[in-house]
Nanobody, 124 residues
Framework: QVQLVESGGGLVQAGGSLRLSCVAS????????MGWFRQAPGKEREFVAG????????DYADSVKGLFTISRDNAKNTVYLQMNSLKPEDTAVYYC?????????????????WGQGTQVTVSS
């Protein structure tokens, strides 16, 4: 079984930055394709970014391209999401998710492993 724990959320002003971390235990994160998703109040969960097992391939939602960067350190069993130039519309609970299939998938239903989420609030 895989456990994922996110951290790094908080309150930040518009234009600021945050870095989220997701630590995996129970299985090496290097065996997992990882994704970050978010869910704002009253909205459906949406894909934010994904990264392949080696870190060589990444994919982003159009809304965050050029602003957010996903990365991973398999030696530390950790995946990161660097978020720059944050906007109030980025306010949401952010979740990391993992799957064994090697391809990045933008559908959350394709990820069996999820963290508990971390709140990101961007004030205007």
């Amino acid at each position: 079984q895989v456990q994922l724990v996110e951290s790094g959320g908080g309150l930040v002003q518009a234009g600021g930055s945050l870095r989220l971390s997701c630590v995996a235990s129970g299985r090496a994160v290097s065996s997992l394709t990882m994704g970050w998703f978010r869910q704002a109040p009253g909205k459906e969960r949406e894909f934010v970014a994904g990264i392949s097992r080696s870190g060589g391939i990444s994919d982003y939602a159009d809304s965050v391209k050029g602003l957010f960067t996903i990365s991973r350190d398999n030696a530390k069993n950790t995946v990161y999401l660097q978020m720059n130039s944050l906007k109030p519309e980025d306010t949401a609970v952010y979740y990391c998710a993992g799957r064994h299939v090697w391809t990045i998938n933008k559908s959350g239903s394709e990820y069996p492993y999820w963290g508990q989420g971390t709140q990101v609030t961007v004030s205007s």
